[in-house]
């Protein structure tokens, strides 16, 4: 079924917001039974599947491989290869990029708006009515039995002139570029920003990177944050202390027709600089799309950012009582705003929308992320500061583990990749992991599942094997080396 026109009320078993995450909790559950689902699309298009399909996760990563190989020449060279880098066919990367994102979403799109006689399709802004009502931009009512909020986040752009030219982009554009841009000065020093300095400057642009303050990625445990920092100075310009004041529309050869922008900078001691780039990439942060659906206005609770406030069983909170039959999840309401965990209680609500008499609370502990920048990063758990917080210095027990240090470090030459954990040594329980350099994501993965399953650090390390000489070793080494108590089963 495809969009309504304006009449009865719609009143159907389950109502969606969002057709990300959200469009997984369509189960043979409700085979049969009306459902609605709204979505607005992604940025300025129509498309289904949200974010990390269209504009996020999936896009990026898949420019991030070719970026890695484009990259891997400093490795050769070190190796004694002569490898050389001719270029980067962005518009053949693009194409296939989205050949395959765009015919994904097309396909979900018509599986849900055609194929489903029981699914009402909504291509429109809606804003909340009620706590488990909203109203289409066509006038469509809908009163559902239960409903889901799961309506995700946008990027955040700053007040200041210029940042609506064309020539300013955010991650939902930036991607779609007719050609590779010679310059480009991207504002911002979170996962966003990062991961595309490394994209363009591994396909061979001039990359200006610039954060307000210093230092790249401060959210992460600072050892690795400041190992980080330095790697990046070193493959793109950063500039620390400095914010967008405005964007200029530039046209060198006076044509009329602009061909790149002057970024005006402003520095800590009221200084301006100024840079002529193709490009400006703002990726500052997201903001949570709570105000687009008039969370507030349905007297739903918010975090100060604007996040919706879900108790454990992501149920939707007013007056601090949950509401009866209405749920959200992913960014809209998550501060971890990643996609594994809107999966995660996608599948939370989803239980507990068919079975409200045995709900089940999401699980937030160990939550994991990583960074595809250059070079890549990833962390688990508590930083080492965060650690000491929380049980005080005495019982904290730390280990850094270079990739050098190791056989198959030695293999690559490595001399900046490292894992470092944290545990407690009064019993071993793991803390904390974090990771940067060759494929990092991968080397935490015992950590996250040591934490998962409370193994404590010295039974990971030894109550299995650990293939040799795999990079992985660097892994193994590390938790081998926290001042922990030995398991008394090995």
Known sequence: MTDSAPGAPLT???AIIGSGSGNSLITPHWDGRPVVLADRGVGSTDAFGGTCLNVGCIPTKMFVR??????????????????????????????????????????????????????????????LTGPRSFLAEDGTEVRAEQLVLAAGSRPVLPEVPGVDLPQVHTSDSVMRLESLPSRVLIVGGGYIACEF??????????????????????????????????EAEK???????????A??????????EPAGATAQLL????????????????AIGRRPNSDLLGAEEAGLDLHDDGRIVVDAWQRVLAGGEPVEGLYALGDLSSAAQLKHVANHEARVVAHNLENPHDLRPSRQHAVP??????????????????????????HVTVKIQHYGDTAYGWAMED??????????????????????????????????????????????????????????????????GLDVPPSRHL
């Open 247 to 256: 964007v200029v529309a530039r046209d060198p050869e006076g044509r009329g």
């Open 235 to 245: 493959s793109w310009t950063v500039l620390y202390e400095r914010t967008l004041g």
């Open 369 to 394: 992320a990583a960074v595809f920048s250059h070079p890549e990063l990833a962390q688990v758990g508590l930083t080492e500061p965060q650690a000491v917080e929380q049980i005080g210095a005495e």
């Open 12 to 14: 159907p078993d389950l």
């Open 66 to 127: 070719p970026a890695a190989l484009a990259h891997s020449t400093e490795e050769a060279g070190r190796l004694g290869v002569d490898l050389h880098l001719r270029g980067a066919d962005w518009p053949q990367i693009r194409d296939r990029i989205f050949a395959r994102v765009d015919a994904i979403s097309r396909a979900g799109r018509h599986y849900r708006a055609e194929e489903l006689d029981h699914v009402t399709l909504l291509e429109q802004q809606v804003r």
């Open 197 to 230: 300095a490394g994209i363009f400057s591994g396909f061979g642009s001039e990359v200006i990177q610039v954060n307000r303050s210093v230092g790249l990625m401060s959210a992460l445990d600072p050892d690795l944050a400041s190992a980080y920092s330095a």
């Open 267 to 282: 520095t800590v001691d009221g200084r301006q600089e100024e840079y002529d780039v193709d490009i400006v990439l703002i």
């Open 415 to 480: 001399s900046t990749g490292i894992v470092k954990v944290i545990a407690d040594r009064r019993d071993g329980t793991l803390l904390g992991g974090h990771a940067m350099g060759y494929q990092a994501s991968n080397l935490l993965q015992p950590v996250i599942q040591a934490m998962s399953f409370g193994q404590d650090a010295h039974s990971a390390a030894r109550g299995q094997y650990w293939i040799h000489p795999a990079l992985m070793e660097v892994t193994e080494n590390a938790l081998l």
